[in-house]
């Protein structure tokens, strides 16, 4: 069975910072692109990052420059840094990956809370 097992999140206040791990099991992902998502409170779900296999890069307009994306194909991982947090940034964050048969799975979420 394919998983994708998210971590890190938590309670964080305005400007803090949080990382965020996914980690995969049951299959490899080193050859598609993976990311995260997230949704707000009453929103849509919202693309934050993208990365692609050899290391490429795309981000959401609003997360630029706080947030980081990178990925660690020996773990079968990825990560998500998080810096100067804002309460907008608070969502459930959920991991997104291709693995290496073109076949897309989701991970179950983890919650992110900024505080004001």
């Known amino acids: 069975q394919v998983q994708l097992a998210e971590s890190g999140g938590g309670l964080v206040q305005t400007g803090g910072s949080l990382r965020l791990s996914c980690t995969a099991s049951?299959?490899?992902?080193?050859?598609?692109?993976m990311g995260w998502y997230r949704r707000a409170p009453g929103k849509q779900r919202e693309l934050v990052a993208l990365i692609t296999s050899g290391g490429g890069t795309n981000y959401a307009d609003s997360v630029k420059g706080r947030f980081t994306i990178s990925r660690d194909n020996a773990k079968n991982s990825i990560y998500l840094q998080m810096d100067n947090l804002k309460p907008e940034d608070t969502a459930v964050y959920s991991c997104?990956?291709?693995?290496?048969?073109?076949?897309?799975?989701w991970g179950k979420g983890t919650r992110v809370t900024v505080s004001s």
């Open positions: 049951g299959s490899t992902f080193s050859r598609n692109g």
């Open positions: 997104w990956g291709r693995d290496d048969f073109a076949v897309e799975y």
